[in-house]
């Protein structure tokens, strides 16, 4: 128990009337963190007047890694940033790269990668809700069942590129291995099985009254505020903000695919939950679109330089929606065999720093499932 | 209706309980040490390197150009080429592996140096129970840990495998072709032995054929 910290640099009021302001340390090692990240809670009560996030306990220098690699040799890095969607990390570098080095990827590449890019967002959604229901007591169960279907994806992964979750798959130019008919079909089939988990998932908890009254109008991000602090993915959405980059950017060949971008109303964590179960559909009319037209062809563009390469200078920024919102690489080239600068625009890092205006004013317990539903990773965070 | 919600949520987990035991979609978990997954073939986890026929130390097709060393991002390889040479599978002088490590700690099977090898000297293997209650000696491999002969990367990438060893075959072919079209133009330049000028023509094709370009 401790007064009001005087050299703070945020002075908190001191309250009227009897008792004190406590400070908590939630984490490093806190359940609800989902990894190591530490809350500073400044508590009045049980309600929240303070919150500082603290993060870098998993710090690995990821850029300055990068900067001393070869092009190559940062693509099984980037798997690391982001642990639950090895796929798209790639897929944000490898973009980087090819437009610094003006590398154009073959068709049937672009079909693969929307392919593995949306299993990964499934599998991310999936898991994330899973987990936000976990912390809110609902142990177990639902984490149980989005995991056994994102097991069923994770095989998937590791018949394709020969691991489950650091796939290390994508190359500049395209794709590193083809896939087979086989592994096609397996797809279809997976994708035509999941419409029926969804269903389930959905109706076990949707409506339950507990868990809208344990969600609704709480932890709410008001548009504007969401908007000015850069925030991005289904966090933005759920503000009610109509901004997918599949959609304004059409990078690779999301152009060709008709699919709908779920928008919430009052920005709370039932809608963040809603908009996330929404987008699992979404993902699902892509997954078909795409196991419809791939082509036939090669996968990986013959003349690109895998080892060795070295872009003209200048730079370039590759962006893309992944699971958790919009993941750049900005990488700058100097004409050498290694980027100049390499820089990450971590989604889940930028998506938090608004995480203390969600919770103020809330009640401590629901810190975490504010802290859940805003969907970090710490390998990203702390890169 | 108040709690027509939970109802059904509870119905859902009743539907998942008992599906459970007739339905292989809703428990897929195996009872591990005893029961064991299929690892499909592209699955990996740790290089090792392959040698032809019996012998690990002659037969090794690593010949230590230290590619793999330079691209491996953590750099967990670490190689000591050899000052003499020995005769690889199309009978070319090259150097070999004095010392050759790799670290299991620090190794992060991301593959990177089985692509950039160009001798087809480096695998991914698929053993992933790697724990070892020696953490010093143990997780260092040395050359004699690594070296995995061929017919078990057959085992393993059967269809990987027979690609490579197509290849081989192939390379193999046409560097017997070319030595023994270099041996015929001997034999033929010796029989011969006219004039100065077409001899030193010939003896421009007579060395062996390059059939590997290693950088
Ligand atoms: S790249 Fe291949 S041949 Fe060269 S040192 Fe490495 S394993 Fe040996
Ligand atoms: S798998 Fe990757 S980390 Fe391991 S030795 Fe090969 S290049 Fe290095």
Redesign the interface.
């Known amino acids: 128990m401790s007064g009001p910290v005087v050299d703070d640099p945020i002075a908190v009021k001191p309250i009227a009337g009897p008792g004190e302001i406590m400070e908590v340390s939630m984490g490093p090692h806190h359940p609800s963190t989902h990894g190591v990240f530490r809350m500073d809670v400044r508590l009045d009560g049980e309600r929240v007047v303070r919150l500082k996030p603290v993060f870098g306990y998993l710090h690995r220098n990821h850029e300055k890694i990068a900067e001393h690699?070869?092009y190559?040799?940062?693509?099984?890095?980037t798997?690391?940033l982001d642990y639950l969607c090895s796929m798209t990390n790639n897929w944000g570098y490898v973009l980087a790269v090819e437009k610094l080095a003006g590398i154009a990827v073959p068709e049937r590449a672009e079909y693969i990668r929307v392919i593995v890019g949306e299993l990964t967002r499934f599998q991310n959604h999936a898991g994330l809700i899973g987990f936000l229901l976990q912390d809110m007591g609902a142990s177990g169960?639902p984490l149980m069942?989005a995991f056994?279907e994102r097991?069923?994806i994770l095989?998937l992964f590791?018949?394709?590129?020969?691991?489950r979750m650091?796939c290390?798959y994508m190359r500049f130019g395209g794709v590193?291995?083809d896939c087979s008919a086989e592994w096609l079909d397996e797809v279809r089939q997976l994708v035509g099985?999941l419409p029926r988990f969804l269903d389930?998932f959905e109706?076990?908890?949707?409506?339950?009254?507990?868990?809208?009254a344990r969600t609704q109008g709480v932890g709410v991000l008001p548009r504007e505020l969401a908007i000015s602090a850069g925030v991005t993915g289904p966090l933005l959405r759920a503000s009610g903000v109509n901004y997918d980059i599949r959609k304004v950017d059409k990078y690779g060949i999301y152009d060709r695919f008709d699919f709908r971008v779920p928008l919430g109303d009052h920005g709370d964590v039932y809608d963040r939950y809603m908009v996330r179960l929404l987008e699992l559909r979404e993902m699902l009319k892509i997954l078909e679109q795409a196991l419809r037209d791939i082509p036939e062809g090669p996968v990986m563009d013959p003349k690109t330089r895998?080892?060795g390469l070295r872009p003209k200078a200048g730079e370039a920024y590759g962006r893309i929606e992944s699971p958790k919102g919009e993941l750049g690489f900005f990488l700058i080239s100097d004409g050498t065999g290694n980027p100049y600068r390499y820089r990450v625009r971590p989604p889940s890092m930028i998506n938090l720093t608004i995480l203390e205006d969600m919770c103020l004013g809330q009640n401590i317990a629901d810190v975490v499932i504010i802290l859940g539903s805003v969907d970090i990773v710490l390998g990203e965070v702390d890169r | 209706m108040?709690?027509?919600?939970?109802i059904?949520?509870l119905?859902?987990?009743a539907?998942?309980f008992f599906g459970s035991y007739v339905e292989k979609?809703?428990l897929?978990t195996v009872q591990y040490p005893e029961e064991r997954h299929t690892?499909?073939?592209?699955?990996?986890n740790f290089p090792f390197l392959l040698y032809d026929g019996t012998d690990p130390e002659a037969g090794l097709r690593c010949v230590a150009c230290q590619?793999c060393e330079k691209?491996?991002?953590p750099r967990c390889i670490h190689i000591e080429k050899s000052k003499d040479k020995k005769p690889d599978f199309v009978g070319k002088q090259q150097a070999y592996p004095v010392v050759f490590d790799i670290d299991v700690a620090v190794c992060?099977?991301?593959?990177?140096c089985v692509?950039?090898c160009p001798f087809d000297a480096i695998r991914?293997d698929k053993e992933f129970e790697l724990s070892t209650s020696n953490r010093f000696g143990g997780l260092l491999w040395t050359k004699k840990e690594l070296a995995k002969p061929n017919e078990y990367y057959r085992k393993i990438h059967p269809v990987e495998a027979a690609e490579t060893d197509e290849r081989r075959e192939q390379e193999l072919a046409a560097a017997q072709a070319k030595a023994a079209a270099a041996e015929a133009a001997r034999a033929a330049q010796t029989s011969a032995s006219a004039t100065p000028g077409e001899a030193s023509g010939n003896g421009a094709s007579a060395p062996p054929a390059k059939t590997v370009v290693p950088q």
Do not use: F
Request: glycine content about 6%.
């Open positions: 690699g070869a190559l040799a940062s693509i099984p890095y798997d690391r169960t069942y056994r097991e069923k095989d590791e018949a394709l590129s020969g691991a650091m290390n590193r291995v099985r389930e109706s076990l908890l949707r409506a339950n009254e507990i868990l809208m895998l080892r | 108040l709690g027509e919600g939970i059904q949520g119905v859902e987990t539907r998942n979609d809703r897929t690892l499909p073939e592209a699955s990996r590619i691209e491996c991002p992060m099977s991301c593959q990177i692509e950039v991914m």
